[in-house]
């Protein structure tokens, strides 16, 4: 390990790379016709949902949708991505 390389600033990744990123995403979010709006409703949804059995991160909350490699190789699928911080579990009663 080169140990000047710990004191060289950390560059951001190129704009290039990061617009080409954007666009990705947009482009997936317009083939499965879900609009921002949706995804947002989508979001609320599974926040009110998960909160009646835990406290979530509602700040850290991340919820995308993505392409991935369908099973039979045959191309890409659309799949949603939900990384949720979970702060504890709620006491549920089995009433």
Do not use: W
Not at 16 to 43: F, I, P, T, W, Y
Not at 54 to 80: A, F, H, N, Y
Request: aromatic share 6%.
């Amino acid at each position: 390990m080169d140990f000047l390389s710990f004191f060289k600033k950390k560059t951001a990744p190129p704009s290039g790379s990061v617009a080409k990123d954007r666009l990705k995403l947009v482009l997936v979010h317009d083939r499965v016709n879900c609009s921002s709006q949706v995804l947002e409703m989508l979001k609320n949804d599974i926040i009110k949902v998960i909160s009646n059995y835990m406290e979530i991160d509602e700040e850290e909350l991340d919820i995308q949708i993505t392409q991935t490699e369908s099973d039979d190789k045959s191309g890409t699928v659309p799949v949603l991505y939900a990384n949720i911080p979970i702060k504890s579990m709620r006491k549920v009663n089995n009433d």
